[in-house]
């Protein structure tokens, strides 16, 4: 059973490496790069989402033998449903926002998880080219090169400036229709929107106040775990659009400054997916 002090430790090497890694994010930032499609012509990876995640997982696996890990592109090769354990486990994105990345657009980051009996304990988020490291520990605050941040004080809509990601765009009619409808209703419901393309980093400005809430759907728990953990230990509230409890595993994710401002959202995204679905019924 790993204790408080365990944690920080944990953390703090984490921190280290990604300090690290992030000198080769930003050689590949700068320079050439290989880019290849995964499954999908627009779901890309370069040689350096793979060489990240190899040296920290490496670096973390020689540290902590016993620890478990999910990364993204270690999920993609052997193309298996990650399942996670009690065991400390490190849920890493090693570049979130790979096609900004790719396009030299600056919102892109490393992002690392830690998860200890299945529940979110640890978390950074580093960009290496605003050099911003954002941190947390479950219980002890979020931090933002060391100095503590707060979610925004914004509870009502009209005044929120939302950050949304419709990944489900791309499937099915149905799907989209559903979006569509989100879309409409959130740009009329708020003051207004942004899309910055790195899931991290967007749950990164919700933790520091710079966006009040977001939206995000069908995301994966690597796109997620450390930013849910910065945005709860900086007060805000993180919630699933479908489930009664977030699920880290399955994440569709409302994460706001406050309960006030997500249940809103949330309600307002149930409505209108009710509304969409009758108008899809009496078309057909
Ligand atoms: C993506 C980014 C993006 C989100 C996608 C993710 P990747 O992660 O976080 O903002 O909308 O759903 O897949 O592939 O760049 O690590
Ligand atoms: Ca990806
Ligand atoms: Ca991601
Ligand atoms: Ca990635």
């Avoid at 590949?28 to 190899?54: M, N, P, R, S």
């Avoid at 699920?247 to 994710?253: A, C, G, I, R, V």
Wanted: aromatic fraction near 8%; hydrophobic fraction near 40%; proline fraction near 3%.
């Amino acid at each position: 059973m790993s204790n408080e002090i365990d944690i920080r430790n944990y953390i703090e090497f984490a921190k280290e490496l990604t300090l690290k890694a992030g000198e080769i994010f930003k050689c590949g930032f700068e320079g050439q790069k290989i880019v290849e499609a995964k499954e999908h012509e627009w779901d890309l990876v370069t040689d350096y989402d793979k060489k990240i995640e190899k040296v920290l997982i490496t670096g973390l696996k020689t540290k902590f033998p016993d620890h478990e890990f999910i990364g993204e592109e270690d999920t993609a090769a052997v193309k298996k449903e990650p399942v996670l354990t009690d065991k400390p486990t490190w849920i890493i994105d090693p570049i979130d926002g790979t096609l900004n990345f790719i396009n030299s657009f600056p919102q892109t980051c490393i992002s690392i998880g830690l998860t200890i009996c299945k529940e979110l304990s640890g978390g950074i988020i580093y960009n290496p080219l605003s050099d911003e490291m954002y941190t947390a520990i479950k219980g002890q605050g979020a931090f933002l090169n060391g100095k503590p941040i707060r979610t925004s004080c914004v509870t009502e809509l009209k005044k929120a400036l939302i950050e949304l990601e419709f990944f489900s765009l791309r499937f099915s009619s149905k799907s989209r229709d559903l979006v569509l409808g989100r879309l409409d209703a959130i740009v009329h419901a708020s003051r207004g929107i942004r899309h910055i393309g790195s899931a991290a980093m967007a749950l990164a400005y919700v933790a520091k106040g710079a966006l009040d809430s977001l939206h995000m759907d069908r995301l994966q728990p690597w796109d997620v775990a450390a930013g849910v953990l910065i945005v709860r230990e900086a007060g805000g509230a993180v919630l699933d659009t479908k489930e009664e409890q977030f699920n880290l595993m399955k994440p569709n994710t409302i994460a706001a400054a406050n309960c006030t401002l997500a249940m809103e959202i949330k309600e307002l995204i149930i409505n209108t997916d009710l509304k969409t679905m009758r108008k899809r019924l009496t078309r057909t």
